[in-house]
């Protein structure tokens, strides 16, 4: 079947602006994580769902950073105020469950002017 | 929380010898291992992963050892092809909980 989706592929913005990104996990996989990743750099975890619910937060940056899974399945990263710094390739990847192997998808390509 | 340390963070190996990368976690609780290749501009790639109740796991010319007590575990690739020339991350986690990931190392497959 289909694997990890991520849109858009790339995303350019102004400092300040609002942007979501969005992942379409395996389907049937219940546990859904975000990552971000520098140049250069392992992925950095974001957060973690499984299910509808949040069940890690521990990763997200600070208060302009917000996540979403509101069926389950599809997730949305939402950056507000974006600042320069937050450039980076945002990785999401899903599993069966937490127990599971987890699979990658080819992520976002943030990039704040 | 949990640290996981790489190494080296760059590595060349002649064509058909032995590529070994090491790495060491901090929680003793970690109980999943996994291996992700990443080529350039690409998705990371699960190669192989260990879980803490078995200490060695083959798959063709991949293998990966894990010692538990010691914190450590260790990539080996056998053979090496030039399509082997990639970033390699090692990882660490506790099932059910997110991967915390090394800082990868560069292998170069010389010809």
């Known amino acids: 079947g289909a694997g990890v989706s991520q849109t858009p592929s790339n995303k350019v913005t102004e400092k300040g602006k609002y942007v979501e990104l969005r992942c379409d996990p395996i389907?049937?996989?219940?546990?859904l994580y975000w990552y971000r990743q520098s140049l250069g750099q392992g992925p950095e975890f974001l957060i973690y769902?499984?299910?509808?619910?949040?069940?890690?937060d521990s990763g997200l940056p600070n208060d302009r950073f917000f996540a979403v899974r509101p069926e389950g399945s599809v997730s949305t990263l939402k950056i507000q105020r974006t600042e320069r710094g937050d450039s980076a390739v945002y990785l999401c990847?899903?599993?069966?469950?937490?127990?599971?192997?987890?699979?990658f998808g080819p992520g976002t390509r943030l990039t704040v002017l | 929380g949990e640290n996981v340390e790489q190494h080296p963070s760059t590595l060349s190996v002649q064509e058909g010898d032995s590529a070994v990368i090491k790495c060491t976690y901090s929680d003793s609780a970690s109980n999943y291992f996994p291996w992700y290749k990443q080529e350039l501009g690409k998705r990371p790639q699960l190669i192989i992963d260990i879980r803490s109740n078995v200490g060695e796991k083959k798959d063709q010319r991949i293998a990966v050892t894990l010692n538990k007590t010691a914190k450590h575990f260790s990539l080996h690739i056998t053979e090496t092809q030039p399509e082997d020339s990639a970033v390699y991350f090692c990882?660490?986690?506790?099932?059910?909980?997110?991967?915390?990931f090394g800082k990868g190392t560069r292998l170069h497959i010389l010809p």
């Open positions: 389907s049937g996989h219940t546990a």
């Open positions: 769902f499984q299910g509808t619910g949040a069940a890690d």
């Open positions: 990847a899903s599993s069966l469950g937490g127990r599971e192997s987890r699979y």
């Open positions: 990882a660490a986690s506790i099932v059910d909980d997110k991967i915390i």
